[in-house]
């Protein structure tokens, strides 16, 4: 299937325009922030004191595939951390991250752009205040959000006195594994993955 060629302006001053067809070609960032702390994915299994409340999603434009990370902190290191976290999954799958598309805040800091000139990436950033512009990280942290939030309350009315509410990051974590795993019509039924 051939794709659209979209461009994308590039905002790192060294590189131009960007052809966006394959995967990787555009990322789009955002991060929510949840009142209720919540429990790190840990492989041991041991109960963990470092809350999570920081989600940060990662959707590439031209496959669609989610990549969900968790931070206790937005600041500008523990972001940059999660990104690279999320390049490494995708390097995995012979994916080569070109740009990244993000609202303004933790995504301009000096920390971060360094980075991405480092790498050869470009960068553009929405208007103050124009989260629009961000739509298509924000849509999916919505749809992801409350699909999460469903099978937390499904669990609550089956299971309330087991059900802790700090498991929020498992049901998301749940929520993005199903997403990327259901074949699409818009991908020709593939899946993001």
């Known amino acids: 299937k051939t794709h659209k060629r979209n461009k994308l302006q590039g905002q790192s001053g060294k590189l131009g325009p960007i052809d966006i067809i394959a995967p ?16 790190p994915l840990t492989y041991s299994g041991k109960h963990n004191k470092n809350k999570i409340s920081i989600v940060t999603l990662l959707v590439d434009k031209i496959s669609k595939q989610i990549f969900v990370e968790f931070q206790q902190t937005t600041s500008s290191e523990d972001t940059l951390k999660r990104k690279i976290q999320m390049e490494m999954d995708a390097y995995k799958d012979k994916v080569k991250i070109k740009a990244f598309h993000a609202d303004n805040g ?25 989260h629009h512009q961000n739509g298509i990280a924000d849509r999916n942290i919505r749809t992801i959000i409350e699909k999460a939030r469903t099978i937390l309350l499904h669990a609550h009315a089956h299971w309330s006195t ?32």
């Open 24 to 39: 990787g070609d555009l990322i789009h960032m955002d991060q929510a922030e949840s009142s209720t702390p919540g429990r």
């Open 106 to 130: 933790v995504f301009q800091a000096h920390k971060f752009r360094i980075h991405l000139e480092k790498l050869k990436q470009n960068i553009t950033l929405c208007g103050v205040g124009a």
């Open 162 to 193: 087991k059900l802790n509410m700090e498991l929020w990051t498992f049901a998301v974590r749940y929520i993005v594994d199903q997403w990327n795993d259901t074949p699409r019509k818009d991908l020709n039924n593939n899946t993001p993955n």
